[in-house]
């Protein structure tokens, strides 16, 4: 739920397994394309869009495409967190790899208008980072 990558220790606490059986199991779904696993410090396993599709999961927050010099990546939005009134960070299902510095990063939603220019990134959280060039988030009713 939060978007980060779970810990082979964390999901066996919460299933209650040992953590060789968690792990022998999230190889198998990784292969099956429903995780992907992070390493380093920060590393773990996050679901997939494809794992999120497949078990119907809730998909409102990941319905917002994020796109790269107008073009759509694929990518998805999982979170934007504003750290200042002129930077962002952009959580993301998908690859931050296929994105570079200086690309224009756009995305956009019924309620959610944001627009950027990418400065860096965090690949172990799936983070890219931006300036903010235009952000807007209309209120719910």
């Given at each position: 739920m939060s978007g980060l990558a779970l810990k082979n220790s964390e999901i066996a606490k919460a299933v209650k397994r040992s953590e060789g059986t968690v792990r022998n199991?999230?190889?198998?779904?990784?292969?099956l394309g429903l995780v992907e696993s992070r390493t380093g410090p920060c590393g773990g396993y996050i679901p997939t869009?494809?794992?999120?599709?497949v078990l119907n999961f809730e998909?409102?927050?990941m319905d917002i495409p994020v796109y790269k010099n107008e073009e759509n990546t694929g990518a998805l939005l999982n979170q934007l967190i504003i750290t200042s009134s002129n930077m962002g960070k952009l959580h993301i299902f998908g690859d931050t790899y296929d994105f570079d510095i200086g690309d224009e990063i756009k995305i956009g939603s019924k309620n959610l208008i944001f627009s950027g220019t990418m400065v860096g990134r965090d690949s172990s959280n799936?983070?890219?980072l931006t300036s903010i060039d235009v952000a807007y988030m209309a209120p719910k009713k």
């Amino acid at each position: 739920m939060s978007g980060l990558a779970l810990k082979n220790s964390e999901i066996a606490k919460a299933v209650k397994r040992s953590e060789g059986t968690v792990r022998n199991q999230m190889q198998n779904l990784r292969v099956l394309g429903l995780v992907e696993s992070r390493t380093g410090p920060c590393g773990g396993y996050i679901p997939t869009c494809l794992a999120y599709e497949v078990l119907n999961f809730e998909k409102s927050k990941m319905d917002i495409p994020v796109y790269k010099n107008e073009e759509n990546t694929g990518a998805l939005l999982n979170q934007l967190i504003i750290t200042s009134s002129n930077m962002g960070k952009l959580h993301i299902f998908g690859d931050t790899y296929d994105f570079d510095i200086g690309d224009e990063i756009k995305i956009g939603s019924k309620n959610l208008i944001f627009s950027g220019t990418m400065v860096g990134r965090d690949s172990s959280n799936n983070t890219l980072l931006t300036s903010i060039d235009v952000a807007y988030m209309a209120p719910k009713k």
